[in-house]
């Protein structure tokens, strides 16, 4: 399987305080290789086993997915930095509401690391979901860093949202919505405030071809 950076990306900037949130349209130039690849190829393991708390089934991906990304990373941060990735996940979304826990219910971080991001790539249309990050509304906060990870257990405490969320509620606002496109990718830093925007009626499937299957990823920048 190879992968290749389209030459029609286009790329949006919005920033959040002092972070930037990436919108990359037309990322690959054979998308729906992956599609074919969820479809026929991919051995999806069970919600849970790869550690996190990600609803729903997923499979990681191989290498060439891991350097296409590395390639779009240096267009996004720059080419005099080194983009170190650590997994690329094929993601579809199958726990039903009734079915979720406590901390799938609000947004989460993926690292207090600066140099840390997350990216998620849309192999599904608008109607699926997109992703939105969340300003904490008791303490006005958005970025997560080590001194304010406490917040976590004041939310487990006051949090009455027992689905998905999507959309602002009385702890959470929603300050950044990024539509859910094909061939779309969204890069964040992984210590913003964040939740997937799932849509009950059309994302929860077992089926790639008719559920919201995305691809996350994280990876570090350093240095040269």
């Known amino acids: 399987m190879k992968f290749n950076t389209s030459t029609d990306i286009s790329i949006e900037i ?16 054979n998308p729906d290789d992956l599609v074919d690849y969820a479809t026929k190829r991919a051995y999806f393991s069970p919600p849970g086993k790869d550690g996190t708390l ?13 350097r296409v990304l590395e390639e779009l ?30 901390l799938q219910t ?8 600066n140099t840390e991001f997350a990216c998620v790539h849309y192999l599904c249309s608008e109607k699926y979901g997109g992703t939105s990050i969340y300003k904490y509304i ?14 976590f257990e004041d939310i487990l405490k006051n949090n009455r949202n027992k689905k998905y969320l999507n959309g602002s509620t009385e702890l959470f606002e929603r300050v950044v919505e990024i539509k859910a496109k094909y061939n779309r990718i969204v890069i964040y830093p992984s210590n913003l405030l964040h939740c997937a925007d799932i849509n009950h009626t059309y994302s929860i499937s077992n089926d790639p071809k008719f559920g919201r299957l995305t691809v996350a990823s994280f990876y570090k920048i350093t240095p040269l």
Not at 14 to 29: A, C, P, Q, R, Y
Not at 54 to 66: F, M, N, S, T
Not at 89 to 100: A, F, I, P
Not at 138 to 151: L, R, S, W
């Open 14 to 29: 919005k920033e959040v305080g002092d972070s930037h949130i990436f919108i990359i349209d037309n990322f690959l130039t």
């Open 54 to 66: 990600y609803p729903g089934i997923r499979d990681l991906l191989p290498k060439p997915y891991e």
């Open 73 to 102: 990373c240096k267009i996004v941060h720059g080419s005099d930095l080194i983009i170190s990735v650590h997994r690329c996940l094929l993601s579809l979304v199958t726990v039903e509401e009734d079915n979720l826990g406590e």
């Open 106 to 113: 609000f947004p989460h971080i993926d690292s207090i690391d």
């Open 138 to 151: 008791p303490e006005n906060i958005i970025k997560i860093t080590e001194e304010e990870t406490h917040i």
